[in-house]
């Protein structure tokens, strides 16, 4: 669904590549996590998958990008609409302002999109249910809370139905209850396997129950890919910036200490975790 | 929440097509300015605006809104036209000023003048939603681009007062003074508006990206989930509001 080879992009007026010599391959229906510290690349990636790098931000791009079949370096983001979703952290700044409610919300990127009244009802009607809005439907979208308009940037992207949804921090000004139920949502899709999703987030632990494959950046080059348990149990996570979860870190710590014996795969979620411990 | 005069109603005018409603309200419009005589436009007013707002249901908040922006003008008409008419006749006076009839008759028949001008377009302002007249625009070929910025503004500008009240309150609590004399006020200026600007831009840039993954210049065909009722009756009754319209123009210009 996406490849990446040794792509490297400069932002205009600087001069240090936001990305390095970026290689990788996601398979379709991949629910694929990238982490990293601030600076490390990873909304830089999250524009480029969606076009917006270069064709938005101008600024240089070398070797090649294929999303969906597409050669991003030739396809502005007007021709991926439907095809590849963006949501990013402000929630505000997503809502379009032309709306007087959620369904219309909702129904604005359809409209762009040609969809007939028929079909897009019932689009809606589905993006709603999934992300836990039906109730507010014809609420206006600047009387949502911070996390329900995060839920309804969310659905209106999952409502176009792109094959590739890309969230750029979706939760990092929500707080617990908001965050936990926009990866409640990003749980159920990716459960469902037909959206290849790739989501760049600081929530770690979530990150470890959920996706299928987690990615560290830092500095634009790719440093560790594998799967949670392997990647987030990594002794140079710290230096990369990114942290480990808690379950790591007591297991570590309780392992260094000899109060369990060493050799046992450190957990990276609760149940790892309880596992580890018993 | 968002700066707009529409109240909500499920009936009478609300229900007509966003191009109906403009039709009248240039009929109105005109009407107010070319009927004859000093109660023209109070005639009017009390035979075809009370009677339409009536049907919508907007009466006290049209007579309201219609107050408040028309009375201030009357005041004002009525003591300088009144009181500063060059010759005519004198109603009573004190020491060198007059107050003459023929200036009163003035300032009455502007004030409705006024009157009808603004109440035209209350009453299509009270009963058609902003997106509505934005897509019956855009179905008209008026650029998408405009017609978001008309509504968006009207929605995005509370939120950006909000947020300039954040920032006032931030800066104050730090310490920022902003009464006292006007040197000071304009130095108090710049720690306002610099993180207002400066926030405004970054939001704007993500707000084009968000509209621009929404598919907002997209070409190709678009549809609409809003759909405005349009009937063979009404498209009839625009072009005998336009054959009206027309007509009073017409008699105001011979008959003078």
């Known amino acids: 669904m996406i490849t990446i080879e040794h792509l490297t992009y400069t932002y205009p007026a600087t001069s240090r590549p936001a990305l390095q010599d970026l290689s990788l391959h996601i398979p379709a229906g991949q629910f694929c996590a990238i982490v990293g510290a601030n600076g490390a690349g990873k909304s830089t990636l999250c524009y480029a998958l969606t076009g917006f790098v270069p ?3 101008r600024g240089r791009m070398e070797g090649r990008l294929q999303v969906a079949g597409h050669d991003i370096a030739v396809t502005p983001p007007s021709a991926l609409v439907g095809l590849v979703g963006l949501v990013f952290a402000n929630p505000f700044n997503q809502i379009t302002g032309a709306c007087y409610t959620v369904r219309e919300e909702v ?5 762009n999109l040609g969809v007939p ?8 009607a589905q993006a709603l249910a999934l992300t836990g809005l039906t109730d507010l439907a014809d609420r206006s979208p600047f009387a949502l809370s911070g996390g329900q308009q995060q839920r309804l940037a969310l659905a209106a992207v999952l409502a176009m139905q792109p094959r590739v949804l890309v969230l750029d921090e979706p939760t990092s000004q929500l707080d617990p209850v908001g965050t936990r139920e926009v990866f409640a949502i990003l749980a159920a899709l990716a459960a469902q396997q037909d959206t290849t999703v790739v989501l760049v987030s600081h929530a770690l632990e979530w990150v470890a129950t959920h996706a299928d494959r987690v990615i560290v950046l830092m500095a634009g080059r790719l440093v560790a890919d594998g799967p949670p348990t392997e990647v987030l149990t990594r002794p140079e996570l710290e230096s990369w910036g990114v942290g480990t979860t808690r379950y790591t870190q007591a297991a570590r710590r309780a392992q260094a200490q000899g109060l369990v014996p060493p050799g046992r795969p450190l957990p990276v979620t609760l149940s790892q975790a309880v596992a580890f411990w018993s | 929440m968002a700066l707009s005069l529409y109240l909500p109603r499920a009936r009478g005018l609300h229900r007509l097509h966003p191009l109906t409603k403009l039709w009248l309200a240039l009929f109105l419009f005109i009407c107010g300015l070319a009927l004859p005589g000093v109660l023209g436009a109070y005639a009017a007013f009390v035979a075809l605006v009370v009677p339409l707002a009536l049907w919508g249901a907007v009466l006290r908040p049209l007579l309201v809104a219609a107050g408040r922006v028309v ?3 009357a005041v004002s008409l009525v003591l300088v036209q009144g009181l500063f008419w060059p010759r005519g006749t004198p109603l009573f006076g004190w020491g060198p000023l007059s107050f003459k009839l023929e200036g009163l008759l003035f300032a009455v028949r502007s004030t409705g003048r006024i009157l009808m001008v603004v109440s035209s377009f209350l009453l299509f302002a009270l009963t058609t939603r902003p997106d509505a007249l934005a897509l019956t625009l855009a179905q008209r070929g008026v650029p998408k681009s405009l017609t978001y910025i008309l509504v968006a503004t009207l ?3 509370p939120r950006f007062q909000a947020r300039a009240a ?3 309150a931030a800066q104050q609590s730090r310490g920022l003074e902003i009464h006292g004399n006007l040197r000071r006020r304009v130095r108090a200026l710049l720690p306002l508006i610099a993180p207002l600007v400066l926030g405004s831009l970054v939001d704007i840039e993500e707000r084009a990206i968000a509209l621009e993954s929404r598919g907002f210049s997209r070409q190709g065909p678009k549809t609409s989930l809003l759909v405005l009722p349009d009937t063979r009756g009404q498209a009839l009754a625009r072009r005998l509001l336009a ?3 027309l007509a009073v123009v ?3 210009l011979w008959v003078g």
Do not use: C, D, K, N
């Open chain 2, 166 to 168: 954040t920032i006032l």
């Open chain 2, 243 to 245: 054959v009206a319209s």
């Open chain 1, 55 to 57: 064709h938005f931000y």
């Open chain 1, 117 to 124: 009244p028929a079909a897009m009802e019932q689009r809606i």
């Open chain 2, 155 to 157: 929605q995005i500008i």
């Open chain 2, 250 to 252: 017409v008699m105001r």
């Open chain 1, 107 to 111: 129904a604005f990127g359809l409209e």
């Open chain 2, 71 to 73: 009375l201030p003008f």
